[in-house]
């Protein structure tokens, strides 16, 4: 990992790196976003450099490479900026993936897979706007009932998944690591660590696969400082 941006940001807000960089994902692992992206390096094992900007802390600089100033963004090693970690791991499965591609490239299997992914995915969305709305308004502006549905909505989620996993041995879908597993995991870790839910009694099945996820290598070279 590295701390120092490498090459010139130019005034279209792109950067350019030097020849032979390796590709430099901005973002911090705090974020179930930017870790999912971070595991699909690690599994594809790409060579890759890490910013660690934040949404709210370094705003300025995150938009140097989006915009919006949302992690995670990724520089390929031609200076294109990729944005939103759905489309960087279309990119990562394109091009390294090929036919071990954590997402398949078609049909049902592709189909299952991403069903499972929208489900940890949306429930990270959720659980995120939960933690907002208490962490990003004062107390008295703090609307209880939207907290209270987004928890519900993103439980339910990790609920069902739970319910996945509860039939399977290792892992939620086709016998071997997909993405279905990668955002599970972050989605599960965010509810555990970000939230304090007690996923143990919850959701023990769900917890169970993020156990052995948690000493895969890719899992293990990820897993954020705080």
């Known amino acids: 990992m590295c701390d120092e941006v490498r090459g010139s940001v130019y005034n279209d807000g792109t950067l350019r790196t030097t020849d032979g960089d390796p590709m430099l994902l901005i973002g911090v692992n705090r974020s179930p976003y930017t870790r999912r992206v971070a595991i699909v390096l690690e599994v594809y094992g790409i060579p890759y450099e890490q910013r660690a900007f934040t949404g709210f802390d370094h705003r300025a600089d995150v938009r140097a490479f989006n915009p919006l100033g949302r992690i995670p963004a990724m520089v390929l090693e031609n200076g294109e900026a990729l ?28 189909r299952a897979v991403l069903r499972i992914v929208a489900m940890a995915m949306g429930a990270c969305d959720k659980f995120l706007q939960a933690a907002y709305e208490r962490n990003h308004r004062p107390p008295e502006k703090i609307h209880q009932p939207w907290r209270d549905d987004c928890l519900a909505q993103a439980t339910t989620a990790l609920a069902a998944l739970d319910v996945i996993a509860r039939s399977q041995k290792n892992y939620l879908i086709l016998g071997r690591l997909t993405q279905a597993d990668v955002c599970a995991f972050v989605a599960e870790r965010l509810a555990r660590v970000g939230l304090g839910i007690d996923t143990d009694l919850q959701m023990p099945s769900l917890r169970a696969l993020t156990r052995r996820l948690a000493v895969e290598p890719a899992f293990r070279a990820t897993e954020p400082d705080r």
């Open 83 to 110: 944005i939103d970690s759905g489309a960087i791991i279309d990119h990562l499965d394109e091009v390294y993936g090929r036919e071990r591609a954590l997402t398949p490239a078609s049909g049902a299997d592709r």
